[in-house]
């Protein structure tokens, strides 16, 4: 009985027997190359004794009122400086490419700020580097709190 | 001489159809319970939770059993009422529901065994990961009562080679389907004798 | 009578009551596959199998029988024998041996057998240079996968991606995608972002800040040479090649308004593609070239969109959780995977277009940067332990999870080439 078991199950096979497949192939080698950066410095900075440092929400670009407070001190700097540099942070949380975009957004409010208290938007550039460069690169409410910063220099 | 045999057997033929449409004609007249019988039985598959079918099947043969002890209370009551005055309401209605459970036990028998033999031949179906791909490979399976597969064809391709050829893997490791021993023969007949499987590329 | 009565009963109740039973779970087990030494009489047969074996191993796609395990070592196919590999619950065979070699030059006879079928699916031959025996086996094992799988193999495709050795220091790499062969394209103190691969593997592109703000640049992989895209605004990133290279999708941002914008490749033109006062960025190409997914918080939070090109049609794709972003298309188009947050947890999840349903498939929390393998069924990803960036990928069928060996220093943003034919 087994073996006729057996025989009626294999005899399905030659149905779905084929030939196999047949391929062939010929290997070659390839070879990258690499570049050479553009060197980039950077101008000396005017020391004004004031917090730097702008604090956000997370996934916002907002001000707080502590922040305005804040950036009304540097106006008058502001307007004697050459020129005014603005970096938006953000913290290590979402996605790069985002990050990098609300960075920018986070500078801008900034700059838009500064603008309707008085400075010069021609003397103001604005930059964001996103979530590349933390000051605190630990994974923790604190060191996220610190990351999401607007950095101001004056030159 | 042939001629007008082929007309007796067509005659005899025309006779006996004639015969079963008036039989399914009278089976609406007949008692509910014979009626009942005939209602196909509608195999959704079971939500597939490997983990969770022994804890299922647990469950069916409780209310299997629950069923049983009804059955039989049910039956006692038309026994004492049969010893009382004839009620037709309250005979029908009992009878009704002694059909039910017979039709509800039948369909749990059957559950029971689909969960189990859905169970096996997953754990030995290797799936190929098309993914995204939305397929089915569909197989006609014969049964002896022993739960020997006497033959298993495929009758609908998924149209995917690889995909065919792991479910046909998977049958030819399978002899016999012994999860259907033990089930009453005319449920076995009904449902086991010759059954279609199907393999789904998705869960869905 | 009666007999024809019930013989016509029975027809009908057969039709009626046909038990149709589903099967579409499969087994957790792997797919066993053994890999017999080729047979060679300079002992590299046993090494060209064992990386074949490392190959197919890669992801966690099958489980491999040990070479003591084996009761028998094939090389040709006549003295193959079913049963041997019956007994041991194996489920596929491949077995080789060498028709030619020498120092320089090698030529090698394979065969694979699906033993559940009895049935060799797959008769092949390999020939190439002594020195290219890696990959060799990657070619042997493409065509092993192909046969096994019915779907292309990967095993011969590259990862580029952004390697963080120390704070200042920035590389952008390239290696093959068990992680060997690392080569580095470009160095800078400043940020490196976004490696995309151009669709004939010629190019790769990425945004580099080494001039104080980011910038896009294409750099030609054989020569070296790059060439950034001069636009006007204040900054340029995201770039992503389209599928039929005729074009790349980037981000433009003017005055603080980041805009999804087409630079075509042929005639050097560049058009605006949204318009919106949020942030909108990240795009990403659909397979036939006509429709770009991209992240925007016009809504209040990051959220998916989808653009038709030619129209400049928006329509929202995903609805549920504060933070969708970074969608690309599956090979079908009609899937997408994405970083998914939820309370400030990332995770990796997929979505059809056309459901609402997010499915998470990664655990790991600070999860980012899915890149898809380009036959679909595999996704790399970029996550953190202890601040170190590492990369760790999954099978989507969920049977294997897996990490690319751990670099000298933090990893982050894998894109997976396309294929390399």
């Known amino acids: 009985m087994k073996t006729f078991n057996k025989i009626i199950i294999l005899s399905i096979f030659p149905l779905v027997i084929g030939c196999a497949t047949q391929v062939s192939d010929l290997v070659t080698s390839t070879n990258y190359s690499s570049a050479e950066s553009d060197k980039y410095e950077s101008v000396d900075k005017i020391d004004t004794n004031l917090d730097d440092l702008i604090y956000f929400e997370f996934d916002k670009a907002s001000l707080s009122s502590d922040s305005k407070d804040l950036i009304s001190e540097y106006v008058e700097f502001a307007k004697n400086a050459k020129a005014i540099r603005l970096e938006g942070h953000c913290d290590e949380r979402g996605t790069r490419e985002y990050n990098l975009a609300l960075g920018e957004k986070r500078a801008i409010e900034v700059k838009n700020y500064l603008i309707i208290k008085g400075v010069s938007s021609s003397k103001i550039k604005v930059i964001s580097y996103g979530e590349e460069k933390p000051i605190d690169i630990n994974s923790n409410e604190n060191a996220w709190k610190k990351n999401r910063r607007v950095e101001i220099s004056l030159f | 001489m042939t001629n007008s045999f082929i007309g007796l057997l067509n005659s005899i033929f025309l006779h006996l159809l004639l015969f079963a449409i008036l039989i399914t004609d009278f089976s609406i007249f007949a008692p509910q319970q014979d009626r009942i019988k005939t209602i196909p039985v509608e195999f959704v598959n079971l939500p597939i939770d490997i983990e969770n079918i022994p804890k299922k099947i647990n469950n069916i043969k409780n209310e299997l059993l629950e069923n049983n002890i009804q059955k039989k209370k049910l039956i006692d009551e038309l026994k004492t009422i049969d010893k009382k005055k004839f009620d037709f309401d309250t005979r029908k209605n009992l009878e009704d529901q002694i059909a039910e459970t017979k039709f509800l036990n039948e369909k749990r028998e059957v559950q029971i065994r689909i969960a189990l033999i859905q169970e096996r031949i997953n754990s030995i179906w290797k799936k190929p990961s098309l993914i995204n791909k939305n397929i089915q490979a569909e197989f006609i399976i014969n049964l002896a009562p022993s739960g020997e597969i006497l033959s298993f064809d495929l009758i609908s391709s998924s149209g995917e080679k690889v995909f065919d050829d792991s479910a046909l893997a998977a049958l030819s490791k399978i002899y016999f389907i012994t999860e259907v021993i033990g089930l009453e023969r005319k449920y076995f007949e009904r449902n086991f004798r010759s059954f279609n499987l199907v393999f789904k590329s998705k869960n869905q | 009578m009666k007999i024809f009565l019930i013989f016509l009963t029975f027809i009908a109740l057969s039709i009626e009551a046909k038990l149709k039973i589903e099967i579409s779970q499969g087994s957790k087990d792997l797919p066993k596959i053994a890999i017999v030494p080729f047979k060679s009489n300079?002992?590299?047969?046993?090494?060209?199998?064992?990386?074949?074996?490392?190959?197919?191993?890669?992801?966690?796609?099958?489980?491999?029988?040990?070479?003591?395990?084996?009761?028998?070592?094939?090389?040709?196919?006549?003295?193959?024998?079913?049963?041997?590999?019956?007994?041991?619950?194996?489920?596929?065979?491949?077995?080789g041996n060498f028709q030619e070699e020498n120092s320089e030059f090698i030529n090698i006879e394979y065969f694979v057998f699906n033993i559940s079928l009895n049935k060799l699916i797959l008769r092949g031959d390999v020939s190439g240079n002594y020195s290219e025996k890696e990959k060799i086996s990657k070619v042997i094992s493409n065509r092993v996968y192909k046969s096994i799988t019915g779907l292309?193999?990967?095993?011969?495709?590259?990862?580029?991606?952004?390697?963080?050795?120390?704070?200042?220091?920035?590389?952008?790499?390239?290696?093959?995608?068990?992680?060997?062969?690392?080569?580095?394209?470009?160095?800078?103190?400043?940020?490196?972002?976004?490696?995309?691969?151009?669709?004939?593997?010629?190019?790769?592109?990425?945004?580099?800040?080494?001039?104080g703000y980011p910038e896009i640049y294409m750099q030609d992989l054989f020569s070296g040479k790059r060439e950034s895209i001069k636009t006007l605004g204040l900054s340029n990133s995201a770039p992503v090649w389209s599928p039929d290279n005729k074009k790349l999708a980037f981000v433009m941002s003017s005055s603080g308004n980041p805009d999804i914008y087409i630079y075509n490749l042929r005639n050097k033109k560049i058009s605006r593609h949204t318009t919106h006062y949020g942030i909108d960025t990240e795009p990403s190409w659909s397979p036939n070239s006509k429709k770009l997914l991209f992240t925007s918080n016009r809504s209040g939070s990051p959220q998916i969109y989808e653009l038709t090109v030619s129209s400049n049609r928006i329509k929202r794709v995903t609805l549920d959780g504060d933070y969708n972003a970074r969608a690309s298309y599956f090979p079908d188009g009609k899937d997408i995977v994405l970083v998914h947050g939820n309370n400030g947890v990332f995770h990796i999840g997929t979505k059809k277009l056309k459901s609402r349903f997010i499915n998470t498939i990664s655990k790991t929390s600070l999860d980012e940067s899915p890149t898809i393998s380009p036959n679909g069924n595999i996704i790399i990803y970029a996550t953190k332990n202890n601040s170190q960036g590492y990369l760790a990928g999954l099978t989507l069928d969920g049977k294997s999870k897996f990490t690319l060996p751990v670099k000298f220093g933090s990893v982050r943003e894998p894109a997976w080439s396309p294929f390399m034919n």
Do not use: H
């Open chain 3, 42 to 95: 300079m002992k590299i047969g046993e090494s060209i199998s064992m990386l074949i074996q490392d190959n197919l191993t890669l992801f966690g796609e099958f489980k491999a029988l040990p070479k003591n395990e084996m009761l028998s070592f094939p090389s040709k196919e006549e003295n193959f024998f079913y049963r041997d590999w019956n007994i041991l619950n194996v489920d596929y065979v491949v077995i």
């Open chain 3, 152 to 211: 292309n193999g990967v095993f011969d495709t590259k990862i580029a991606y952004i390697l963080n050795p120390s704070r200042e220091e920035y590389k952008i790499c390239i290696s093959d995608i068990d992680g060997t062969d690392e080569e580095v394209l470009f160095e800078s103190s400043a940020p490196l972002m976004s490696p995309s691969w151009s669709s004939d593997l010629k190019k790769l592109a990425y945004v580099s800040f080494e001039k």
